[in-house]
């Protein structure tokens, strides 16, 4: 079912990307996120997941076709309100060496001029809704494990209150134990914020996980979006065979692939 115009946060229209030797990326890819929904974006490397994420906050521009953000195309954004309000979730954190994890979640309420006493409250915040001790404000990334720089990258992608989310992979280089509890506690997180995510993962049994709805993409192109119950029921030959690959993948090693 096609979501309501109204409901709807983030539109693809017939959009297209192409690298400088005309190779595509992407193909004429039709898709709409509704408002509040978390949609995974589901697929094997090189099947255009992180391509389409990157196409919404413009740090890559489509080839052809048309993008969509609360009913305006992407060329009439400012390009830089556009990413403010757009938090951005990456595998590799990207957090800023050196700077303190204060000053890593205060940079764009800092940018955006707030006043200094809701910045430090801001961040207290945070730090508590992640997880994290507040004591751990004037430490520096490198002086913190895998799992807490995560919770910081989560806590500056949420600091500013943005409309979105953008998550590519983000608890994929965490060791298994680290990464179940992130991803129980980003679940719980997402339940009382009802942020709209795109939240790109290879992982099925993420995708079941987070997903409102799960988008299986190969080769540039969507295969099908379907809500995560359909999905784990469909019958669609490609679904079929990335669901029976991790399952075998699960079976022999002992956990999702």
Partial sequence: M??????????????????????????ELNLEVCRGETLVLLGRSGSGKTTTLKLINRLLTPSAGEILVDGRPLGEWDV????????????EVGLFPHFTVE?????????????AARIQARVQELLQL????????RRYPRELSGGQ??????ARALAADPSF??????????DPLTRAELQREFLDLQKRL????????????????????????????????????????????????YREAFDTNFDAQGGPG
């Fill in 2 to 27: 096609k979501p309501d115009p109204a409901d709807t946060a983030i539109s693809f229209r017939q959009v297209s990307y192409r690298v400088d030797n005309g190779n595509g990326i992407l193909h």
């Fill in 103 to 115: 000053r890593n979640i205060a940079l764009v309420p800092k940018i955006e001029k707030w006043p």
């Fill in 149 to 154: 720089r995560q919770r910081v990258g989560v």
């Fill in 165 to 174: 989310l953008l998550m590519d992979e983000p608890f994929g280089a965490l």
């Fill in 80 to 91: 830089i309100r556009l990413r403010r309000m757009i938090g951005y979730v990456i595998q």
């Fill in 194 to 241: 009802r942020k709209t995510v795109v939240f790109v993962t290879h992982d099925l049994r993420e995708a079941l996980l987070f997903g409102t709805r799960i988008a299986l993409m190969e080769a540039g192109r969507l295969i099908t979006i379907q809500p995560r119950d359909e999905f784990l029921a469909s019958r669609d030959p490609l679904v079929v065979a």
């Fill in 130 to 137: 992640v997880g994290l001790d507040p004591q751990l404000a």
